[in-house]
């Protein structure tokens, strides 16, 4: 069969129905950012401490002191996890004594949060910390909220949302439970499904690739979807645009069927393929754990997230230059390399210097973002066509779980507030360093076989191993897919 892009040429480069397909799938990702984001605000852990019951019978002075104090951050300041015993402070406040100067609040005994906790209300009104997890979780043998069961619980509340809704007494209409007030987490998470209803009919408007049709044999449908692309256009067609002959030739090849282990079938394929999986998987971890991480910042959160996301916007200017101009390995890695150095940096940057602090965390997630959206091109153009789609969605899951990994990363900062940079910077500097070890393929065509594969760059002088399935040597196929 002739070559793909030679048969398509008359299409043009940068069409109308080129442009069309690129806004919708653009269109298609909007709801990732509403949902992928929405977990700073839903689980929000504001200020807390153990609450004390109303008819704990205490003095104003012993009410205020029935917290002890532990150093957060550098800071002294209210436990999260424990009170002094409440048995104790009711007696010492019935005979009249003053915490500090009667007593010596040192040495008495502390408990659990045994009736739950007291939220701060200053940013958040309502997340599901503060409520759903305070509603099914209200005692607990160690008395603090734990860290682990409170990701495991954002994913169950996430995923289960009708357990958001429930009837009315009459039965006649729907009512959300608890107030419907500003700030309620359960209203938020309502509000974030209607991008992702709306997304729902593009399955059927954006069309399939037509490259990949024909890697699977499917010609009349590559076809159809061709010269509907030409009649948008508005350029002729040609009267044949691919060889019966040819096609019927090379029909038991293109219909071969690719399955997971064919990403591992030589030692060059897996070496990628393992090298891309940890590529995306800490790209992930990172660029997640500085979206999350931004309610610890100092400053308001709402702000925070704001600066964040628009620093995403210059990241993806600059990869798209890129892209176009310099080779893709030293791009990925000079990017790396820049978001995890400046997150390193952080922790050397003098705690008052708030803004210093802030300023270097958007430049880190500024490397991030560029690096995380010229993966998505450079793993596209590494895979064959007959494994490509399976390749960008195995790196993809990768990805995800270093999505679920990365809430981990920012809990982390109760113990050390600078151990989630320190982390973060460190894995993305060392995948900066394992992104050289990639094959280049700035200007190479995009490849349509497995003979075809770049080398990583230790296999550079080392026969290209065949695999267990052949395939005729197909034509060089330009780098640039409908």
Same mark, same amino acid.
């Given at each position: 069969?002739?070559?793909?892009?030679?048969?398509?040429?008359?299409?043009?480069?940068?069409?109308?129905?080129?442009?069309?397909?690129?806004?919708?799938?653009?269109?298609?990702?909007?709801?990732?950012?509403?949902?992928?984001?929405?977990?700073?605000?839903?689980?929000?852990?504001?200020?807390?401490?153990?609450?004390?019951?109303?008819?704990?019978?205490?003095? %104003?002075?012993?009410?205020?002191?029935?917290?002890?104090?532990?150093?957060?951050?550098?800071?002294?300041?209210?436990?999260?996890?424990?009170?002094?015993?409440?048995?104790?402070?009711?007696?010492?406040?019935?005979?009249?004594?003053?915490?500090?100067?009667?007593?010596?609040?040192?040495?008495?005994?502390?408990?659990?949060?045994?009736?739950?906790?007291?939220?701060?209300?200053?940013?958040?009104?309502?997340?599901?910390?503060?409520?759903?997890?305070?509603?099914?979780?209200?005692?607990? $043998?160690?008395?603090? %909220?734990?860290?682990?069961?409170?990701?495991?619980?954002?994913?169950?509340?996430?995923?289960?949302?009708?357990?958001?809704?429930?009837?009315?007494?009459?039965?006649?209409?729907?009512?959300?439970?608890?107030?419907?007030?500003?700030?309620?987490?359960?209203?938020?998470?309502?509000?974030? &499904?209607?991008?992702?209803?709306?997304?729902?009919?593009?399955?059927?408007?954006? +069309?399939?690739? +037509?490259?990949?049709?024909?890697?699977?044999?499917?010609?009349?449908?590559?076809?159809?979807?061709?010269?509907? !692309?030409?009649?948008?256009?508005?350029?002729?067609?040609?009267?044949?645009?691919? $060889?019966?002959?040819?096609?019927?030739?090379?029909?038991?090849?293109?219909?071969?069927?690719?399955?997971?282990?064919?990403?591992?079938?030589?030692?060059?394929?897996?070496?990628?393929?393992?090298?891309?999986?940890?590529?995306?998987?800490? &790209?992930?971890?990172? *660029?997640?754990?500085?979206?999350?991480?931004?309610?610890?910042?100092?400053?308001? !959160?709402?702000?925070?997230?704001?600066?964040?996301?628009?620093?995403?916007?210059? /990241? #993806?200017?600059?990869?798209?230059?890129?892209?176009?101009?310099?080779?893709?390995?030293?791009?990925?890695?000079?990017?790396?390399?820049?978001?995890?150095?400046?997150?390193?940096?952080?922790?050397?940057?003098?705690?008052?210097?708030?803004?210093?602090?802030?300023?270097?965390?958007?430049?880190?997630?500024?490397?991030?973002?560029? !690096?995380?959206?010229?993966?998505?091109?450079?793993?596209?153009?590494? #895979?064959?066509?007959?494994?490509?789609?399976?390749?960008?969605?195995?790196?993809? &899951? /990768?990805?995800?779980?270093?999505?679920?990994?990365?809430?981990?990363?920012? *809990?982390?900062?109760? *113990?050390?507030?600078?151990?989630? *940079?320190?982390?973060?910077?460190?894995?993305?500097?060392?995948?900066?360093?394992?992104?050289?070890?990639?094959?280049?393929?700035?200007?190479?065509?995009? +490849?349509?076989?497995?003979? @075809?594969?770049?080398?990583?760059?230790?296999?550079?002088?080392? @026969?290209?191993?065949?695999?267990?399935?052949?395939?005729?040597?197909?034509?060089?196929?330009?780098?640039?897919?409908?």
């Amino acid at each position: 069969m002739r070559d793909y892009d030679a048969a398509t040429a008359f299409l043009g480069q940068w069409g109308r129905f080129q442009r069309l397909v690129f806004f919708l799938l653009s269109a298609s990702t909007i709801p990732n950012g509403f949902n992928g984001m929405s977990a700073v605000f839903l689980a929000g852990t504001p200020e807390h401490h153990c609450a004390v019951p109303p008819g704990a019978n205490l003095s %104003a002075e012993w009410l205020n002191a029935s917290i002890p104090l532990e150093t957060q951050g550098g800071q002294a300041a209210p436990s999260h996890c424990r009170r002094y015993r409440l048995a104790a402070l009711r007696n010492f406040s019935a005979l009249g004594l003053r915490p500090g100067s009667d007593v010596e609040l040192s040495s008495l005994e502390q408990e659990p949060c045994l009736d739950g906790w007291e939220y701060s209300r200053d940013v958040y009104h309502s997340t599901i910390v503060t409520e759903v997890w305070q509603e099914e979780h209200p005692f607990l $043998d160690h008395g603090c %909220a734990d860290w682990l069961q409170l990701p495991a619980d954002l994913l169950y509340q996430l995923g289960d949302v009708h357990g958001a809704l429930r009837h009315s007494g009459d039965g006649t209409d729907l009512k959300l439970r608890g107030s419907l007030h500003t700030g309620d987490w359960r209203m938020l998470l309502l509000a974030l &499904t209607g991008p992702g209803l709306l997304c729902i009919p593009l399955w059927w408007i954006i +069309p399939e690739s +037509p490259r990949w049709l024909i890697s699977q044999g499917r010609y009349k449908e590559a076809e159809a979807i061709i010269r509907r !692309a030409a009649k948008i256009n508005g350029v002729p067609v040609p009267a044949v645009l691919f $060889d019966t002959t040819e096609m019927q030739d090379s029909k038991p090849e293109q219909q071969q069927k690719a399955i997971l282990l064919d990403l591992f079938r030589t030692r060059n394929i897996a070496t990628i393929t393992i090298m891309s999986l940890l590529l995306w998987f800490f &790209t992930s971890v990172g *660029y997640f754990g500085l979206s999350l991480s931004t309610p610890n910042w100092h400053g308001n !959160a709402y702000i925070n997230c704001f600066l964040s996301a628009v620093i995403e916007v210059p /990241a #993806y200017v600059i990869a798209w230059l890129l892209l176009r101009s310099l080779p893709r390995r030293y791009s990925l890695s000079g990017t790396f390399f820049l978001g995890g150095g400046v997150v390193l940096f952080i922790q050397l940057v003098p705690a008052d210097f708030y803004v210093l602090s802030i300023g270097l965390v958007m430049l880190g997630k500024f490397g991030i973002t560029a !690096a995380f959206s010229m993966l998505y091109v450079y793993n596209v153009e590494l #895979y064959p066509t007959l494994v490509r789609n399976m390749a960008v969605g195995a790196t993809s &899951t /990768a990805s995800r779980l270093g999505s679920i990994i990365a809430p981990y990363f920012v *809990y982390l900062g109760a *113990y050390d507030r600078f151990l989630p *940079y320190i982390l973060m910077g460190s894995l993305t500097v060392l995948i900066g360093i394992l992104t050289l070890f990639l094959p280049e393929s700035y200007g190479n065509p995009l +490849p349509e076989s497995f003979e @075809q594969m770049l080398k990583v760059k230790c296999f550079r002088n080392e @026969q290209q191993a065949t695999g267990i399935r052949k395939s005729k040597e197909s034509p060089k196929i330009l780098a640039t897919p409908l």
